[in-house]
């Protein structure tokens, strides 16, 4: 088969086909039954469509993807990121052919393994990102483990809910609070989850005179839960950003933290910046994240590793209603989700994690000295000492004025003519975006619109460690 192999031009294919033989070959026992095989043909008079009833081999099937991958790619090179996920990007794929074999074992080997793998992946995650006695929750979907903890959240805080259900929301509503930065579509998927009506899902303006635009505005956050409490309702849960999704800026956890405490609400965090919580330096904003009831952390994208789950850590006492909420499972199946991540942890270790980290840090900080030298460039960072994330746009100054993208009224100019000059300026930040990807298109670099701002240039290496 390694010669057959080696027909594969997609070398990820051919690695990985090669990985799984060895693995098997590895964890089965030397004697492996194959004379059954013979004499076990499909009639493939019923079968419908073109699936061959005398079935085919390994590489023929391989050979299949790899054409269903590539076959439109003869005239240009084959995209770098299905090409070069390296080594420690096999170990992750392999960990899901793994988790199907493994899942053949007895129950009481399974039971035993799952525990472990389950176990250890949660103590290094834990370690490596600073959260003390923590469990985990592994979940494909990036924004389900925040879905899992408003429901413990409402267990928790609902002591009847598990009986009475609906009516005991009803008769006293729960709120959510979110940023006017979170990400888009969060609110409404939560809903959707929860089964809340929208009214449940409050958003929290950001600072528009002190601190950053992109920061939640901690006194305005505490008139609205006041006015909550006043009218009957019950402050449930707030979602904090530590590197929000447009610009990476971080809100002041600290006080969110003392006020969730003060009013007993759950506080979740989650972002881009967590990563940096890995390092030797971490900004003390980030680092309150530690002091969180929870966070939802990526190491997937953070470290380039493919189909690894992303991980909500949090901090909870009663195993029964973790369990009722979907946090915790006796699935083996279900504690299985870690197996990538825990082979990939091993494979990386702990020196070549934080230096990931440390190196995507490195690169935003080396882009932000850069753009300091270039006239007309105006960069909006929060933390130039750590943050992972460098966003910035070209502009123009109009003669006698302030830049135009702060749209401040210039004198003998119409509000006409400094939107056209505006508009001109967003679209050379687009047209200035479309070359550098050309130009670089391993940097991941994107381009997006900002209320306040304009069109921006996202650089955010941890999102693309790949």
């Known amino acids: 088969m390694d010669a057959s192999l080696e027909k594969i031009a997609d070398p990820t294919l051919a690695e990985m086909g090669k990985n799984l033989k060895e693995a098997m070959k590895m964890l089965e026992d030397s004697q492996r039954r194959t004379e059954e095989e013979n004499g076990k043909k499909l009639v493939s008079g019923d079968i419908p469509g073109p699936l061959q009833g005398s079935g085919q081999d390994m590489v023929s099937i391989l050979q299949l993807v790899q054409n269903l991958m590539h076959g439109d790619e003869d005239e240009e090179p084959q995209s770098p990121r299905i090409q070069n996920i390296g080594e420690q990007g096999h170990m992750a794929l392999l960990g899901h052919s793994l988790g199907a074999y493994i899942s053949t074992l007895d129950k009481e080997k399974l039971r035993k393994l799952t525990t472990r793998i389950l176990s250890d992946t949660t103590l290094w995650l834990c370690r490596i990102f600073r959260y003390e006695n923590g469990c985990a929750y592994f979940h494909e979907e990036e924004r389900e483990g925040l879905a899992k903890i408003c429901r413990l959240a409402i267990h928790s805080r609902y002591e009847d809910f598990v009986v009475d259900g609906f009516n005991v929301l009803y008769n006293k509503k729960p709120v959510i609070y979110l940023s006017a930065a979170a990400r888009p579509g969060l609110g409404q998927y939560l809903c959707n989850q929860l089964g809340l009506p929208f009214p449940c899902l409050c958003r929290v303006p950001c600072n528009t005179m002190f601190g950053s635009q992109h ?240 069109t921006c240039l996202r650089f955010s290496p941890l999102m693309t460690a790949a």
């Open 215 to 454: 920061q939640m505005d901690v006194a305005f956050l505490e008139k609205l839960i006041k006015d909550d409490v006043e009218r009957g309702r019950l402050p449930l849960l707030l979602v904090a950003n530590a590197g929000t999704a447009a610009v990476g800026h971080t809100d002041k956890i600290g006080r969110l933290k003392e006020l969730c405490e003060q009013y007993g609400i759950w506080l979740h965090v989650e972002g881009v910046n967590l990563a940096t919580l890995a390092l030797g330096y971490v900004s003390s904003s980030v680092l309150a994240a530690t002091k969180c009831d929870s966070m939802t952390m990526t190491p997937g994208p953070w470290l380039g590793l493919p189909a690894v789950p992303a991980v909500t850590l949090y901090k909870h006492d009663d195993p029964a209603l973790t369990l009722v909420a979907g946090l915790t499972s006796n699935k083996p199946a279900d504690k299985l989700r870690a197996l990538p991540l825990w082979l990939s942890l091993q494979y990386l270790g702990l020196d070549g994690i934080v230096e990931r980290i440390k190196h995507a840090c490195q690169l935003s900080q080396r882009l932000q000295e850069s753009l300091k030298k270039v006239n007309y460039i105006k960069i909006l960072v929060e933390d130039e000492l750590s943050s992972p994330v460098v966003v910035f746009r070209f502009f123009q100054e109009l003669p006698g004025s302030d830049p135009v993208f702060k749209a401040v009224p210039v004198p003998n100019m119409t509000p006409s003519a400094v939107g056209r000059e505006r508009h001109s300026c967003d679209a050379l930040n687009r047209w200035l975006g479309e070359q550098l990807k050309q130009l670089v298109p391993a940097s991941g670099l994107t381009v997006m619109d900002l209320e306040a701002d304009g």
